[in-house]
């Protein structure tokens, strides 16, 4: 018999504005239900417009009330992610909520951004890196639980300092993990920064465990034409309940970090079951690559160069 899928409750998020990057499908989607279910003003910005549409309507079948809606987002753009920033903050309503949820993974070969950023690194840590810079006075304003989604990856490999965009040699599997790791090192930066600077910011961390997104599926816009190995093992045994998660499942530890009183800043949630592979959702022990402080203010600084915007400068002293 298949295990039965854990849950958490979610409080009254009415009044609430949210942002939720990859909310298009997976994980993603599923984070974008759950905070509109529980009353959330959910903003989807999508690369894929039709993909966005039919996740609105999936969202509005399970929540016909659901105060949805589109924006245009290509993470992999700086460009695009400017104007996405330039069109919310003509808006002026503070954001309550932001969940850097997208991602790509392991394209077979290295492939660059618009920007000439390898692909990994570009998307899933650069462009929400310049996505906060961009909506930091809405973040301020609205008092913003700011949750990034890392991954089991980012237990694994380095930082590769010497060539950040793996121009020299280039391992798929090595430069996510760096990707998803530079992602949780900014993610604790941006937590000590507000701290020392009274931004007002709480950011912290979570991971889905494993589970059978499209992550690992067939894509043909990163080179991918059919479906790995991988991704066809994990949703069998997913299916069967065993090991992984379903998506039901997996997006738990990231709803749990972004809207429960007592998820924290500065801290990771992930699944609580074998290795932290699927199960409830609970705080867990940093990575090893995560805790230095001079890593993170290293990759902040380097990431500022990058992307060609600076936060206020502020003090980043040792958490309390």
Known sequence: MAATTPDIPV?????????????????GLGLATRLAV????????VRNPRKGEAAMATIRRQCPDAEISLRDLDLSSLASVAGLADRLLAEARPIHILMNNAGVMTPPDRQ??????????????????????????????GKARVTSQISIAADQHAINWEDLQWERSYNGNRAY???????????????????????????????????PTNLLAARPE???????????????LAERGILFGKVESALLPALYAATS????GGRLYGPSGFRHLSGPPAEQELYSRLRGQDDARRIWAASEE??????????SPAPA
Request: charged share 20%; no cysteine; aromatic share 4%.
């Open 222 to 236: 990163v080179g991918r034409d059919r479906d790995t190995l991988l991704v066809r093992v994990i949703r069998a």
């Open 306 to 315: 990058l992307v060609g915007l600076r936060f206020p400068v502020v003090d």
């Open 177 to 211: 993990s760096q990707s998803k790791i530079a992602v949780g090192l900014f993610g604790l930066e941006l937590e000590r920064r507000s701290r020392a600077g009274g931004w007002g910011i709480t950011s912290n961390l979570s991971h889905p465990g494993v589970t």
């Open 261 to 264: 009183p007592d998820a924290e």
């Open 112 to 141: 660059t951004t618009e920007d000439g950023f390898e692909l990994q690194f570009g998307t899933n840590h650069l462009g929400h890196v310049a996505l906060v810079a961009r909506l930091l006075p809405l973040l301020r304003a």
């Open 38 to 45: 529980a009353g959330a003003e959910v903003i989807l910005p």
């Open 11 to 27: 409080p009254d998020l009415t009044g609430k504005l949210a942002v939720v990057t990859g909310g298009s499908d997976g994980v």
